[in-house]
């Protein structure tokens, strides 16, 4: 069974940083694409971030610039980096397992719970 775990998650002022981390477990993590995305209050999940199994990564026009993703095949894990942060970056940021083998991204029904990340002005 496919089990994502989030954190790294926190409360921290405009222009700071925060490395949230994602570790997976129940399959051969490095077949696999993965994901960030997020959620803000009353807003719907939108895709910030992805990275393919070979390396290949792309962003939301929103972070570019700010955020970058990685991936650890030997722990396991998926981090996104995020330097200089805005309010707007508030939400809960989810990981995603993706679906192998598609050129695009196309999120399966793995789902960690979430790590919020809190952006004060």
Same mark, same amino acid.
């Given at each position: 069974q %496919?089990?994502?775990v989030e954190s790294g998650g $926190?409360? %921290?002022q405009a222009g700071g940083s925060l490395r949230l981390s994602c570790a997976a477990s129940g399959s051969v993590? +490095?077949?696999y694409p993965m994901a960030w995305y997020r959620q803000a209050p009353g807003k719907q999940r939108e895709? %910030?971030?992805h990275i +393919? +199994? +070979?390396g290949s990564t792309n962003y939301a026009d929103s972070v570019k610039g700010r955020f970058t993703i990685s991936r650890d095949n030997a722990e396991n894990t998926v981090y996104l980096r995020m330097n200089s942060l805005k309010p707007e970056d508030t939400a809960v940021y989810?990981? !995603?397992r993706g679906t192998y083998g598609r050129v695009t991204y %196309?999120?399966? !029904?793995y789902? $960690?719970? $979430?790590t919020l990340v809190t952006v004060s002005s």
């Amino acid at each position: 069974q %496919v089990q994502l775990v989030e954190s790294g998650g $926190g409360l %921290v002022q405009a222009g700071g940083s925060l490395r949230l981390s994602c570790a997976a477990s129940g399959s051969v993590f +490095s077949l696999y694409p993965m994901a960030w995305y997020r959620q803000a209050p009353g807003k719907q999940r939108e895709l %910030v971030a992805h990275i +393919s +199994s +070979s390396g290949s990564t792309n962003y939301a026009d929103s972070v570019k610039g700010r955020f970058t993703i990685s991936r650890d095949n030997a722990e396991n894990t998926v981090y996104l980096r995020m330097n200089s942060l805005k309010p707007e970056d508030t939400a809960v940021y989810y990981c !995603n397992r993706g679906t192998y083998g598609r050129v695009t991204y %196309v999120p399966t !029904n793995y789902w $960690g719970k $979430g790590t919020l990340v809190t952006v004060s002005s």
